[in-house]
């Protein structure tokens, strides 16, 4: 892991930037800080996925940083004036702390950058105190300006991929701003417009869509190894996820009653569309999406009215490589072109 500190004051207008990268070792307290406050801001449930909007000038500062691990001091500063430039005096002055650390749960990404500002705090700390008689007691003195433990909260942070990216996935970021959920004030506005230059990733109707397309997709390619009846079994509860408000990605997969190994396969595929691990139903997209099942191979295409389909498909099963189906079809006819 590489990281540098540098002080933004928006409030007194001074900026003090270092020309060094802070020492540590691999397994120094230090390291194990920023390894600390990474983990515990990734796996917050605030976190949202984002990508850059194609104006943001902090993205080419960014992948600078993330490829070019030798300019890693100069590019930082880069960062932390871009911060300054982006905050005013409504916005908490305090440290900056930029990393560049990889992940083992991603072996295939090199280096990831990570953005975490330190808004500091006084504290206090206990203190023996003593009179000379044999008198002993504990006194609390306060300290001034001490950043967060990794213990806390950060308020505000950025954990930004490669780019152009080396897996592939759809987002740029992940980004925890405590100030941003439902507010248009401010400090709410810098961090992630201003600054990132970045916007939210999907909404729900998009995180809809990507849910069933994907969910279906996962299914089709397990059929072979789980077999029909389980496949369809998972196929409606897809439909059944999606009358709900909201879906919780990692409970439905933990539900599911199949091997794990097939469990990860699914997960990974949602992984992929929808990052964040869980979105808010479009009730619209979802009743839109439900609403007909569509099969095709080789030229030949079926479209089934999914509340129809167990009165039609009384039977499918596989045969040397094929697929034989038992439809049950009133007043079949041949439509004229």
């Not at 002080?7 to 007194?12: A, F, G, I, M, P």
């Not at 905050?87 to 749960?105: E, F, M």
Request: glycine share 4%.
């Amino acid at each position: 892991m590489n990281a540098i500190v540098h002080l933004v004051d928006s409030v007194k207008a001074d900026l003090t930037l270092s020309t060094r990268e802070l020492t540590m070792g691999k397994d120094s307290d230090l390291a194990e800080y920023f390894q600390d406050h990474i983990r515990n801001s990734l796996c917050d449930p605030s976190t949202r996925t984002a990508t850059f909007a194609k104006d943001s000038k902090f993205a080419p500062i960014a992948n600078t940083a993330i490829t070019s691990p030798a300019k890693f001091v100069e590019t930082s500063k880069e960062i932390a004036k871009h911060l300054y430039k982006s905050s005013d005096k409504r916005i908490s002055s305090g440290a900056v702390a930029i990393c560049l650390y990889s992940s083992p749960q991603e072996p295939k990404v090199t280096r990831f950058l990570a953005v975490l500002k330190l808004d500091p705090a006084d504290g206090f700390h206990p203190v023996e105190k003593n009179d000379g008689k044999g008198n002993v007691w504990v006194e609390f003195e306060k300290v001034e300006d001490v950043v967060p433990s990794s213990r806390e909260k950060l308020l505000k942070c950025a954990f930004i991929r490669p780019r152009p990216k080396e897996v592939a996935m759809d987002y740029d970021m992940v980004v925890l701003d405590r100030q941003s959920a439902g507010t248009t004030n401010e400090p709410a506005k810098f961090f992630m417009q201003k600054f990132l230059g970045a916007e939210h990733f999907g909404d729900s109707s998009d995180m809809t869509k990507k849910f069933y397309s994907s969910g279906v997709k996962a299914v089709e390619m397990l059929r072979p190894a789980i077999g029909n009846q389980k496949a369809e079994d998972i196929r409606k509860l897809i439909d059944a996820a999606l009358t709900g408000k909201s879906v919780d990605i990692g409970q439905w997969v933990g539900n599911l009653t199949v091997e794990q190994t097939h469990k990860d396969i699914i997960a990974k595929a949602f992984q992929a569309v929808i990052p964040d691990g869980s979105f808010d139903v479009d009730e619209n997209i979802a009743k839109a999406m439900v609403k007909k099942r569509t099969f095709r191979a080789h030229g030949f295409q079926m479209t089934i009215d999914a509340d129809e389909f167990d009165d039609i498909v009384k039977q499918r099963t596989e045969k040397d490589g094929y697929d034989e189906i038992i439809l049950h079809i009133p007043d079949l006819k041949e439509v004229a072109r």
